[in-house]
């Protein structure tokens, strides 16, 4: 039995009376779209049936299905449980005696828990993990006839509080609970079981059907709750407010406020002893419900929820009374109901209806062989999978919905609900086509033309005849919002759809603004709002985009319609900034245009470019902007705007030209010599006063001064400052120059020029005496001429001399003679003790040397070389003061690499002479004495010589030693070799 459910047939079942309710013909639209509709002729339909492969042993009586939990109850009283999910089948016995049948099932949303009610007014609880049903004791002698079952349960082992409803109007309140099985004493099922409500107390009726759902409150301590229940003729809805926390029966507060009055109720005329009330939710069992259907003997009563909080007397809302469908074939009522999202299906003993709430018609029949599976007994719908199921006595069968809102589109159109005729429509183009074409249609013709312009914009018709409709009527509002919308929703590789739009709707906007312009409202606030429209249009990232490669085109446009501030706007939008200033300049807005510059652009060749005229109207606020940018101007491209003014007569420019100039030279440390070349113009021509100031600044360093001293030199020159070019002169070494031109001005000016070159005295004396001869020629001043003696200490009385007059007296040089006398004895005693001196230190040096030949060391026979460490005595060597001893060949080996590259070869040269030089001849008959000692005497030269180079300080403790301290341990040249030795 596990692959039961497998063993479905794949048959679909079209019904053998009428067909699927087939699409309305359409509508002549008064504008064709671009989408061509095509329906299938075999296309699936909505309702369609599977028999369940399943023969039973005995009569079917009841089915319930709940979770993918399929309940089976049988005439044998026999139960059937389906795990649809899992396929698995159980059996459970219900009862051993026949004479007590079921007479209703009720199962909860979980699929959990499972209420059979007995014909011996007994009602039995089963749990899922049960196979023996328990009898509820609390409920003995009550036929259960309803359940209203806890939604909100999630509990495998207890049921919540749920409400029953009795075949005599009784309503009661209880929990059942799953005992554990194992223990021998188990507890009762039914935890608690209490009345809480009766329905017609005078004409008991039996409760068909009970729900009780929640509802939104505005309270944190208490929830709402609707409670609905039907009876055969009656529909009765009782709202009320249960505590959250709340002892059994917690519905009690609900019906104790319908106890004095009776509870509100709907009665419809005529039944058939029984009803049935659906609900459909819309995002599953635990969410609120959205419409009811309510099976009744008049029909099917239909409506909506309105959960709202400030309800408290009904929630139904768009009831109404649906009949059944007329039919000669089908005399009989319905057995029971299922709702759909957007159908009724109504079960009759031999077929299935469908009937579409929205437009009430019947779409769907399904006629059953009742000679072959008996008549139709029931149908229960999944409440947690939506799955429907109907069943007969000898068979099970399943329906399967496909699609069901294909055509609820076309039924919204027809009545005019647009929205929802568009919501249902999502995934079909071509009907979405439709309802906008509808919708924009109906605004057209109530004269809402706007919202028309909207939706015609999102459908495929014809843009020209859309266009022209609008022209016709002369909507421009409406056209432009057609056009508005088309635009956006253009591709952005349609770039020659989008400028025409574009530019379309520059030319609208500018015609109503002109419009308005004529009706004299420029000042009007519609025209204010108009323009700000326009603005943001143009501000629009994809009209940025589009025009920023028809920019021309754009001002042609404005400007063809005089709107300068709008064209002034669109250049600033462009980010135009030259265009911008060079309109507020041709219109003499000087302040607007530096704003600009200033403030809303960062192209700084648009300063050097508009400087020079800002500068000669705005000179201080142009200025000012300068220095606000600071490093981020070049100073020297800025020069023409300075010098294209006359500083002559424009001196409040001039002063600014210096305040930006001084800038640049003190804040910003420039060094350009034009900078300062003009600087120091300036100040030559119109502030004199700061021209040495500067000068002085700069310091007197030739090279370190940043402006060209020639330059300077000519212009302080031409300009009589004499003082300056002193200045100047002294700057350039040319001191003669600047002592004779500082004559002119003042002698003390002359005397501190005069003493400058300190390095060379014959200058300065040279310096002095011309100050001197001036202060006697020039200005006969004899005394001061002679205080020049005590300044300058070069200076002699018989250097003075020459520059007197012949009739001047003695007397004003006595004391300078006698002076200078004193001063010459002065310095032959010091002569006298000098050579005196000179002549000790020789005789002390004769000593030295004298002491120093006769000087001796002894070697002892084990001594080593401080180099190489070998015995001493193997070869020659060089003993030192220091007792540090060497070789002679080692001795070379430290000392050569310490010389400069000439010393090193004279020390090769001399070594290469010394090791070629001829023996010492041995006695013979045919020497030459003569030239032997010629050949010892050379040889004792060279090795003197070498003596001299090599061996005139200790390698170790010498200043060789000390100044060889920074040179690296291995040569730079050697670096590389010594590291592969390494490696």
């Known amino acids: 039995m596990a692959s039961l459910m497998e063993q479905y047939e794949s048959h679909q079942y079209r019904g053998s009376g009428r067909a699927q309710r087939q699409t309305k013909d359409a509508i002549p639209e008064p504008i064709s779209t671009g989408f061509i509709s095509a329906r299938l002729e075999d296309e699936v339909p909505i309702f369609s049936k599977q028999k369940m492969q399943l023969k039973p042993r005995d009569p079917i009586t009841h089915l319930k299905v709940s979770s993918n939990i399929l309940v089976l109850a049988m005439s044998s009283n026999f139960l059937l449980r389906y795990d649809l999910e899992n396929k698995e089948m159980d059996e459970v016995v219900i009862s051993h005696s026949l004479d007590n049948r079921v007479t209703k099932l009720h199962l909860d949303p979980l699929g959990r828990h499972l209420l059979i009610s007995m014909s011996n007014q007994e009602t039995l609880y089963l749990s899922r993990n049960s196979k023996k049903p328990k009898p509820l004791v609390k409920l003995k002698s009550y036929v259960i006839e309803s359940v209203g079952w806890n939604n909100y349960n999630n509990s495998d082992m207890s049921t919540g509080p749920i409400l029953f409803g009795t075949t005599r109007g009784l309503i009661f309140e209880g929990e059942v609970v799953s005992e554990d099985e194992s223990k021998f004493f188990a507890g009762a099922a039914d935890k608690y079981f209490k009345q809480v409500f009766s329905l017609g107390k005078e004409n008991p009726s039996p409760v068909n059907s009970l729900h009780f759902d929640r509802m939104p409150h505005n309270s944190q301590s208490e929830q709402k709750y609707f409670i609905m229940a039907t009876t055969p003729g009656r529909l009765y809805q009782f709202i009320g407010t249960i505590p959250v926390t709340s002892d059994p029966p917690i519905f009690q507060p609900v019906f104790a406020n319908y106890e004095d009055s009776p509870g509100r109720f709907l009665e419809l005329p005529g039944n058939f002893g029984y009803s049935d009330l659906q609900y459909y939710y819309p995002n599953g069992i635990k969410s609120a419900p959205d419409q009811f259907a309510w099976m009744t003997g008049p029909g099917v009563y239909f409506g909506t929820f309105d959960l709202s909080p400030q309800q408290n007397q009904d929630v139904t809302s768009e009831s109404k009374l649906i009949a059944y469908p007329s039919d000669s074939n089908t005399s009989q009522n319905p057995v029971s109901i299922v709702l759909t999202e957007f159908h009724i299906l109504l079960v009759f003993p031999d077929c299935v209806k469908a009937i579409c709430h929205l437009n009430e018609q019947l779409i769907f029949e399904d006629f059953l062989r009742t000679g072959t599976f008996g008549k139709l007994l029931g149908m229960s719908k999944d409440p947690v999978k939506g799955s429907i199921w109907s069943f007969t006595d000898q068979a099970v069968f399943k329906y399967r919905v496909v699609r069901e809102s294909r055509d609820v589109w076309q039924m919204y159109l027809d009545r005019g609900e647009y929205d929802l005729a568009l919501a249902y429509c999502k995934d079909n183009p071509a009907n979405r086509d439709k309802v906008l074409t509808k919708h924009a249609e109906h605004f057209f013709q109530e004269k809402q033309y706007d919202k028309s312009a909207l939706l015609y914009a999102q459908t495929q018709n014809s843009f020209e005849e859309v266009a022209l409709k609008f022209i016709q009527i002369d909507q421009q509002k409406a056209l432009q919002t057609f056009l508005w919308k088309k635009l956006n929703g253009l591709k952005?590789?349609?770039?020659?759809?989008?400028?025409?739009?574009?530019?379309?709707?520059?030319?609208?906007?500018?015609?109503?603004?002109?419009?308005?312009?004529?009706?004299?409202?420029?000042?009007?606030?519609?025209?204010?709002?108009?323009?700000?429209?326009?603005?943001?249009?143009?501000?629009?990232?994809?009209?940025?985009?589009?025009?920023?490669?028809?920019?021309?085109?754009?001002?042609?446009?404005?400007?063809?319609?005089?709107?300068?501030?709008?064209?002034?706007?669109?250049?600033?939008?462009?980010?135009?900034?030259?265009?911008?200033?060079?309109?507020?300049?041709?219109?003499?807005?000087?302040?607007?245009?530096?704003?600009?510059?200033?403030?809303?652009?960062?192209?700084?060749?648009?300063?050097?470019?508009?400087?020079?005229?800002?500068?000669?109207?705005?000179?201080?606020?142009?200025?000012?902007?300068?220095?606000?940018?600071?490093?981020?101007?070049?100073?020297?491209?800025?020069?023409?705007?300075?010098?294209?003014?006359?500083?002559?007569?424009?001196?409040?420019?001039?002063?600014?030209?210096?305040?930006?100039?001084?800038?640049?030279?003190?804040?910003?440390?420039?060094?350009?010599?034009?900078?300062?070349?003009?600087?120091?113009?300036?100040?030559?021509?119109?502030?004199?006063?700061?021209?040495?100031?500067?000068?002085?600044?700069?310091?007197?360093?030739?090279?370190?001064?940043?402006?060209?001293?020639?330059?300077?030199?000519?212009?302080?020159?031409?300009?009589?400052?004499?003082?300056?070019?002193?200045?100047?002169?002294?700057?350039?070494?040319?001191?003669?120059?600047?002592?004779?031109?500082?004559?002119?001005?003042?002698?003390?000016?002359?005397?501190?020029?005069?003493?400058?070159?300190?390095?060379?005295?014959?200058?300065?004396?040279?310096?002095?005496?011309?100050?001197?001869?001036?202060?006697?020629?020039?200005?006969k001043d004899i005394k001061k001429a002679m205080e020049f003696l005590h300044e300058c200490d070069l200076l002699k009385i018989e250097d003075v001399l020459p520059f007197f007059p012949d009739f001047v007296t003695i007397d004003h040089f006595k004391d300078a003679i006698c002076m200078s006398l004193q001063e010459y004895n002065q310095h032959i005693e010091a002569l006298k003790e000098e050579m005196q001196d000179a002549t000790e230190s020789a005789k002390s040096i004769r000593s030295d040397i004298q002491e120093m030949r006769n000087k001796y060391n002894v070697v002892k026979a084990q001594g080593k070389c401080s180099s190489c460490r070998y015995p001493l005595l193997t070869r020659g060597f060089y003993l030192f003061p220091c007792q540090h001893v060497f070789h002679h060949d080692c001795l070379v080996t430290e000392v050569t690499p310490n010389m400069t590259a000439a010393r090193r070869n004279k020390v090769d040269n001399l070594l290469r002479d010394i090791n070629s030089a001829p023996a010492t001849p041995q006695a013979s008959a045919s020497t030459d004495a003569s030239a032997a000692t010629a050949a010892m005497s050379k040889g004792d030269q060279h090795k003197s010589e070498l003596d001299d180079m090599i061996a005139s300080e200790c390698p170790y403790c010498g200043e060789m030693m000390i100044m060889s301290i920074d040179k690296p341990f291995i040569e730079p040249k050697e670096f590389d070799e010594v590291i592969q030795s390494w490696q």
């Open 492 to 779: 952005p590789a349609d770039k020659t759809q989008t400028t025409m739009l574009v530019t379309w709707l520059i030319e609208l906007y500018l015609n109503r603004l002109g419009a308005l312009k004529e009706q004299g409202l420029q000042n009007d606030g519609k025209y204010y709002t108009l323009r700000d429209e326009f603005r943001k249009f143009l501000a629009h990232q994809r009209v940025k985009d589009c025009l920023s490669f028809n920019k021309n085109t754009a001002y042609d446009l404005i400007a063809s319609h005089g709107n300068i501030e709008d064209l002034v706007f669109f250049a600033m939008l462009m980010e135009d900034y030259e265009r911008v200033i060079s309109h507020h300049i041709q219109h003499d807005d000087y302040r607007a245009a530096l704003d600009v510059l200033t403030n809303k652009q960062s192209d700084r060749e648009l300063y050097y470019k508009f400087s020079p005229v800002l500068m000669q109207y705005i000179p201080k606020p142009t200025v000012d902007s300068w220095i606000a940018k600071g490093r981020k101007l070049d100073p020297k491209r800025l020069i023409p705007a300075l010098v294209n003014y006359d500083h002559t007569h424009d001196t409040k420019a001039s002063s600014e030209a210096i305040r930006y100039l001084e800038f640049c030279v003190h804040d910003l440390s420039v060094q350009d010599p034009a900078i300062h070349n003009y600087l120091l113009s300036l100040y030559a021509k119109l502030q004199p006063e700061q021209l040495i100031k500067y000068l002085r600044i700069q310091g007197q360093i030739p090279d370190s001064v940043p402006y060209d001293l020639k330059y300077a030199l000519r212009l302080c020159a031409e300009h009589n400052h004499k003082e300056a070019c002193v200045h100047i002169y002294r700057t350039m070494g040319l001191f003669e120059e600047a002592v004779e031109l500082a004559l002119q001005v003042d002698v003390n000016l002359a005397k501190v020029n005069a003493d400058l070159p300190e390095d060379d005295e014959e200058l300065r004396k040279k310096l002095w005496l011309r100050i001197a001869r001036h202060v006697v020629e020039e200005e």
